[in-house]
């Protein structure tokens, strides 16, 4: 009996994910947390460091780390790779500035070894904004298509009124749980 079939059985008691939720400042990571918990996501304070959030979803227990996105932070991002077997990249669809920056760090975390194995998932945030580009803009953006070898999909939505949330974990959470969990 291999070591992956002894982690995967022992995941597969626990039936425990844990996802890594980053991207650039100011994306909506932490109102995207606070939204699919249940909880007041009308007062959120720019995250300095991370917060950890455990939710009951689709019969597995989330661990969602929320990472902070500000440039001073991104070099300590590789403190919170271990054992991610999901990776949710939150993108503000109205931020056409910083659009290169999004794509380049998150260039930089896809070609860390310790995330080769986890579930890419983008949302494309703040949909609810006029002028926000589309899903499929940032597709194009972030050169979604040149990735190879990984799973992969990405979402419209907003943190704000909850839309395309659910689908978004829904995915993530199904694909996650195809490859790491022993179906009997």
């Known amino acids: 009996m291999g070591l992956l079939h002894i982690i995967r059985k022992v995941k597969c008691k ?4 844990r996802l890594l939720l980053v991207g650039l400042d100011n994306a909506g990571k932490t109102t995207i ?9 009308s007062t959120v304070s720019p995250t300095l460091g991370f917060n950890i959030k455990t939710l009951e979803f689709g019969g597995y227990q989330l661990n969602v780390w929320d ?5 001073t932070l991104r070099p300590y991002w590789r403190n919170y790779f271990e054992q991610t077997d999901g990776l949710v990249w939150v993108v503000d669809s109205t931020d056409r500035r910083r659009l290169a920056d999004c794509a380049e760090e998150l260039g930089k975390l896809l070609l860390e070894e310790r995330l080769a194995g986890a579930t890419l998932l983008i949302m494309a945030n703040k949909q609810d904004v006029p002028g926000a580009l589309s899903a499929e803009a940032i597709r194009e953006a972030l050169q979604l298509d040149s990735l190879v070898g990984r799973q992969w999909s990405i979402v419209a939505c907003s943190a ?4 395309g949330l659910l689908e978004g974990f829904q995915w993530m959470v199904q694909d996650v749980a195809s490859r790491i969990y022993l179906l009997d």
């Open 160 to 163: 704000v009124n909850g839309s």
């Open 14 to 17: 626990e039936h425990e994910i």
């Open 67 to 71: 990472v902070g996105g500000q440039k």
């Open 33 to 41: 947390v606070k939204r699919i918990s249940g909880e007041d996501a």
